[in-house]
């Protein structure tokens, strides 16, 4: 099913890549972009996309097999802005998940790390300063010159 255009207001789609991925709190708390519903929208122009995962080994194994659509060409009129890892427990994470991110985020343009953030635990969507650079770069991406 074709994703509509976005709307007033809107300058990218979120694309969770799993369920679970932080897709409506992104959207809740980053002003600017659409849930994509976890699927490419629909080729006409040139979509800005923002993949979104959870710090998981599922959650980076969805993410690498995202770009890797992306990058073999099977999807068409994207433009793909980067990934979006959102923390999946507080504190640091595990070597092996911290070698995954480095290995997909040489997959796609950008990477954003999103660490724990309590309050959205407790349902507070306000733009916490671990999402303001996430928040200003897609800003600057997406204006037109």
Excluded at 54 to 68: D, H, M, P, V
Excluded at 129 to 137: H, I, T
Aim: net charge positive.
């Amino acid at each position: 099913m074709a994703r509509p255009l976005l709307s007033e207001g809107q300058s990218w789609w979120w694309l969770g890549v799993h369920g679970g991925a932080g897709v409506s709190t992104l959207e809740q708390t980053v002003p600017g972009g659409r849930d994509a519903g976890r699927a490419w929208p629909a080729a006409s122009g040139n979509q800005p996309v923002v993949l979104v995962a959870r710090s998981t080994s599922y959650g980076l194994g969805a993410a690498q097999s995202a770009a890797q659509q992306w990058a073999s060409r099977m999807v068409t009129g994207i433009d793909l802005l980067g990934l979006v890892v959102m923390a999946d427990a507080p504190g640091r994470r595990p070597r092996i998940l911290r070698d995954r991110v480095q290995l997909v985020s040489g997959a796609v343009p950008r990477l954003w790390e999103i660490p724990w953030v309590e309050p959205w635990r407790l349902g507070e969507p306000h733009l916490p300063k671990e999402c303001v650079p996430l928040a200003r770069d897609l800003t600057r991406l997406t204006q037109p010159t």
